[in-house]
């Protein structure tokens, strides 16, 4: 499975971004997908994950209610929609995907997670 991840950028606070991950080698509907993010300095911290039908969704607590993670299988692409976007979400955006059981637990953990991208950069001016 290869993953590419797009459309990051220099936006200034209160902007919206969309970023995207295209999977290929393995049909996105066969795996769960997330977003993990790493600013300078600090450790890969999950941001959005989504079950592979897309039936459910889950978010870490800084970005409910101003992210929206969504997939297209048709297109083997998933989403990370980013309004409201602060100075702090500044960070390296990364796409994972795995295969098997994907529940909230195990969703935020990098570690479960096979396939990663390679990450693109979103910047948040003040």
């Known amino acids: 499975v290869q993953l590419q991840a797009s459309g990051g950028g220099l936006v200034q606070a209160g902007g919206s971004l969309r970023v995207s991950c295209a999977a290929s080698g393995r049909t996105s509907s066969s795996l769960g997908m997330g977003w993990f993010r790493q600013a300078p300095g600090k450790e890969r911290e999950f941001v959005a994950a989504?079950?592979?039908?897309?039936?459910?969704?889950y978010y870490t607590d800084s970005v409910k209610g101003r992210f929206t993670i969504s997939r297209d299988n048709a297109k083997n692409t998933v989403y990370l929609q980013m309004n409201s976007l602060k100075p702090e979400d500044t960070a390296v955006y990364y796409c994972?995907?795995?295969?098997?059981?994907?529940?909230?637990?195990?969703?935020?953990?990098?570690?479960?997670?096979?396939?990663w991208g390679q990450g693109t950069q979103v910047t948040v001016s003040s």
């Open positions: 994972a995907a795995r295969q098997g059981v994907f529940s909230s637990s195990v969703a935020r953990l990098p570690g479960f997670y096979a396939y």
């Open positions: 989504i079950a592979r039908s897309g039936d459910s969704t």
